[in-house]
């Protein structure tokens, strides 16, 4: 499963200082607007105790960590919706992303130039807010235009039978909630709604809005005003405060933009390997089996488990097997968070 990371921002907020940080590449850092074009692209581990701790039982197996490519993305200016500063380009390279770290300037350095000529960092993140929301209104109505028109000039029991009447008042709801600055979050009181249908009409409209965010402030704790801090408690999305021009260490950034991603990790261990998968919370143990190889989905026989703290606990899987902590598990068990599994297969 490919896992990335988008860094997105106002020119000179520092979003190549954090990619250089982040992936130990060199990278073109300038102070003038759109350094970056093309994005750039750097994998990067995520920071797991558990898997080391694994690795500590069984030392001579190699540790296959978990990585999350991250993307270096230009910087966007006001009406990028519109062109603006090769805007369309840029906001193209967000839908290619899972998640979203968007880097906010706090630091007041003179010789570092603002795109806006002065540090606002609440102007800066509406700025962006209103772009992701502009280009997202530009998809739906292009989509909305297009339903319009198949239900107008089609059959109308083919059209109920697709559940096209739905998908229209969906967008419908979508749109005028972005119309109201709120970003994508359809009303629970829809009741006539299906949600495996609403999430498949989104997932393939693949809005900015709905990527999930974390917001890197780049500066000092003292530069956080309540203002500041009551516009990232209304908009909903967590935040952490560097000092990028410091190099701090970055793991609580990691892994955050891990757990954007609402995704578990479980751990196989092999002849020559201790590796760490990527699922999805929910996922059965014959589609976990699938992310390790695609026969063992077709050939699942049953999945052996333990926890993985159990494990390290008892210090061997042979001592797992002899006080009875490694269980049989069948094709519709939900593999849980920080399980080591074992797939048996024909």
Not at 24 to 49: C, H, L, M, W
Not at 92 to 119: K, T, Y
Not at 272 to 296: L, P, Q
Not at 326 to 341: A, N, S, T
């Amino acid at each position: 499963m490919k896992l990335s990371v988008g860094i997105i921002g106002l020119p000179n907020v520092g979003k190549s200082t954090l990619f250089k940080i982040l992936t130990s590449q060199e990278v073109n850092i300038a102070n003038y607007a759109f350094t970056t074009i093309n994005p750039n692209r750097g994998a990067v581990t995520v920071p797991d105790e558990r898997l080391n701790k694994l690795g500590d039982i069984f030392p001579l197996k190699k540790r296959v960590a978990i990585t999350i490519e991250f993307y270096d993305i230009a910087g966007l200016v006001k009406n990028a919706h519109k062109g603006e500063g090769l805007g369309n380009q840029f906001l193209s390279h967000i839908r290619e992303v899972n998640a979203i770290i968007e880097v906010v300037r706090l630091f007041n350095e003179p010789v570092v130039s603002h795109v806006e000529a002065n540090i606002n960092p609440l102007r800066d993140i509406e700025i962006i807010y209103s772009e992701l929301i502009f280009k997202d209104l530009e998809t739906l109505d292009k989509r909305l235009n297009s339903l319009e028109k198949e239900i107008k000039t089609g059959d109308k029991q083919k059209i109920i039978a697709k559940g096209q009447f739905k998908d229209l008042e969906i967008l419908k709801i979508v749109r005028d909630g972005l119309n109201k600055n709120t970003l994508v979050e359809l009303p629970s009181d829809q009741s006539n709604f299906d949600f495996p249908r609403e999430s498949a009409i989104l997932k393939e409209l693949n809005l900015l809005t709905a990527k999930p965010k974390i917001y890197l402030l780049n500066g000092s704790e003292n530069d956080i005003t309540p203002e500041l801090k009551e516009k990232l408690n209304f908009l909903k999305v967590g935040y952490i405060v560097k000092n990028l021009a410091e190099n701090p260490p970055m793991n609580d950034l990691i892994k955050s933009a891990y757990n954007l991603l609402d995704l578990i990790s479980f751990f196989t261990i092999g002849d020559e390997e201790i590796r760490a998968w990527t699922i999805k919370k929910g996922t059965k143990a014959s589609c976990a089996a699938g992310v390790i190889h695609t026969d063992f989905e077709k050939n699942f026989i049953k999945a052996e488990i333990i926890d993985w703290e159990k494990l390290v606990e008892l210090g061997s899987l042979q001592a797992g097997k002899n006080k009875g902590f490694i269980r049989l598990e069948g094709r519709d068990y939900e593999i849980k968070d920080g399980e080591v599994v074992f797939i048996r297969h024909t």
